[in-house]
């Protein structure tokens, strides 16, 4: 079950082109591409005449073209052309769904159409900033849930675990890391400070850190599926008074949890360095150390997936870190309970 009122991520706005991308979201399937006045759309990826997937057809001058008989849809999704036929039937058409395309993702509402209001969308400006930010991303597929992906990113423990040769450190630091939580109406935020902290790898790398440093991350999520981050790191002790402003590392991560079956997600990720913004390889280098690292996250979690359609949920237990993550969840179930009230205009 997913909340369909809402904007997901459908792909980063360079995968969608004028070859059509078939991708499916929230369990329908969907086709992605761009028309010939490069606005971005989306479209039901089945052909109303004969119902071949439209991926497999081509965009042309008015549009996608199915590559069957020929048929052409709008971004609208109407039928503009139909081979050998003159007059074309209103109800030839496709369901179309909303998109936008804004700071370098392509978001689409997968909802009732009527209610797709853009100014809801989560805005990252730092993907628009390459001076200060020079970034990279890219999309890992992921066979587990989406909320198994949100779960592992409310609960940071898993770091001195999971991640001990890339972005981890000492687990006992990562427990006992000092939590501010603050819940909002779609989500929930935190920060957790690790002062007078052993630098993990990937940090010590970026910046060459030579002692102990002060490391703060900031956290939110914005139901249902992105989880926004940053992170900043300096010397120990220039922490001390809470201020963050003066850091010698600093990044931004952008986490989009896109679900496309019960079992299986998209996940859109870029990693932005405040640091050494003028060298391209250091971008590249961080890039690389936070690929390894959620590379680590996926294969924890697709296993985790596996042994819970296995064997069920029932028996988990909750511990001391879940409680971010609870709430979470929890926001998660109000906003499904939310839109059980209210059936979908469009089904
Ligand atoms: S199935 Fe698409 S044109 Fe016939
Ligand atoms: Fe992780």
Same mark, same amino acid.
């Given at each position: 079950?997913?909340?369909? #009122?809402?904007?997901?991520?459908?792909?980063?706005?360079?995968?969608?082109?004028?070859? /059509?991308?078939?991708?499916?979201?929230?369990n329908?399937?969907?086709?992605?591409?761009?028309?010939?006045?490069?606005?971005a759309a989306?479209l039901l990826?089945?052909c109303?005449?004969?119902?071949?997937?439209?991926?497999?057809?081509?965009?042309?001058?008015?549009?996608?073209q199915?590559?069957?008989?020929?048929?052409?849809?709008?971004?609208?999704?109407?039928?503009?052309?139909?081979?050998?036929?003159?007059?074309?039937?209103?109800?030839?058409?496709?369901?179309?769904?909303?998109?936008?395309?804004?700071?370098?993702?392509?978001?689409?509402w997968?909802?009732?159409?009527?209610?797709?209001?853009?100014?809801?969308?989560?805005?990252?400006?730092?993907?628009?900033?390459?001076?200060?930010?020079?970034?990279?991303?890219?999309?890992?597929?992921?066979?587990?849930?989406?909320?198994?992906?949100?779960?592992?990113?409310?609960?940071?423990?898993?770091?001195?675990?999971?991640?001990?040769?890339?972005?981890g450190? #000492? /687990?006992?630091?990562?427990?006992?890391a000092?939590?501010?939580?603050?819940?909002?109406?779609?989500?929930?935020?935190?920060?957790?400070?690790?002062?007078?902290?052993?630098?993990?790898?990937?940090?010590?790398?970026?910046?060459?850190?030579?002692?102990?440093?002060?490391?703060?991350?900031?956290?939110?999520?914005?139901?249902?599926?992105?989880?926004?981050?940053?992170?900043?790191?300096?010397?120990?002790g220039?922490?001390?008074?809470?201020?963050?402003?003066?850091?010698?590392?600093?990044?931004?991560?952008?986490?989009?949890?896109?679900p496309?079956?019960?079992?299986?997600?998209?996940?859109?990720w870029?990693?932005? #360095?405040?640091?050494?913004?003028?060298? /391209?390889?250091?971008?590249?280098?961080?890039?690389?150390?936070?690929?390894?690292?959620f590379?680590?996250?996926?294969?924890?979690?697709?296993?985790?997936?596996?042994?819970?359609?296995?064997?069920?949920?029932?028996?988990?237990?909750?511990?001391a870190?879940?409680?971010?993550?609870?709430?979470?969840?929890?926001?998660?179930?109000?906003?499904?309970?939310?839109?059980?009230?209210?059936?979908?205009?469009?089904?």
């Amino acid at each position: 079950m997913f909340v369909r #009122n809402a904007w997901y991520v459908a792909g980063w706005a360079d995968e969608i082109g004028v070859t /059509p991308l078939a991708r499916r979201i929230c369990n329908e399937p969907v086709v992605l591409f761009r028309d010939s006045r490069n606005r971005a759309a989306a479209l039901l990826d089945m052909c109303c005449h004969r119902g071949a997937p439209l991926h497999i057809g081509k965009v042309v001058e008015q549009g996608l073209q199915c590559g069957y008989h020929g048929l052409v849809f709008d971004h609208s999704g109407a039928c503009v052309h139909v081979p050998g036929q003159e007059h074309i039937l209103e109800r030839t058409r496709v369901r179309s769904f909303p998109v936008v395309e804004q700071d370098a993702f392509v978001w689409i509402w997968m909802g009732d159409p009527a209610k797709a209001d853009p100014h809801k969308i989560v805005r990252w400006p730092y993907h628009n900033d390459t001076v200060n930010w020079p970034h990279k991303h890219t999309m890992y597929p992921i066979k587990a849930a989406a909320m198994l992906m949100v779960d592992n990113l409310m609960d940071l423990t898993h770091l001195g675990y999971v991640h001990v040769s890339t972005i981890g450190g #000492n /687990p006992t630091q990562h427990v006992e890391a000092k939590m501010d939580v603050e819940r909002t109406s779609l989500g929930v935020k935190f920060t957790r400070w690790m002062l007078n902290s052993v630098p993990p790898p990937t940090y010590v790398k970026a910046v060459g850190f030579q002692g102990r440093i002060d490391r703060c991350q900031r956290f939110e999520f914005v139901a249902p599926g992105s989880v926004l981050q940053w992170t900043g790191a300096s010397d120990a002790g220039g922490y001390r008074d809470g201020d963050t402003s003066d850091s010698k590392l600093a990044f931004r991560l952008y986490h989009a949890l896109t679900p496309e079956t019960d079992t299986s997600c998209f996940y859109f990720w870029s990693a932005a #360095n405040g640091f050494r913004q003028d060298e /391209p390889a250091a971008t590249e280098q961080f890039f690389e150390q936070v690929a390894a690292a959620f590379l680590e996250d996926k294969t924890v979690v697709e296993a985790q997936q596996t042994r819970l359609a296995e064997l069920g949920e029932s028996a988990l237990v909750d511990i001391a870190s879940d409680s971010v993550r609870l709430h979470m969840r929890r926001t998660m179930e109000r906003l499904l309970a939310e839109e059980a009230q209210q059936p979908l205009a469009a089904e």
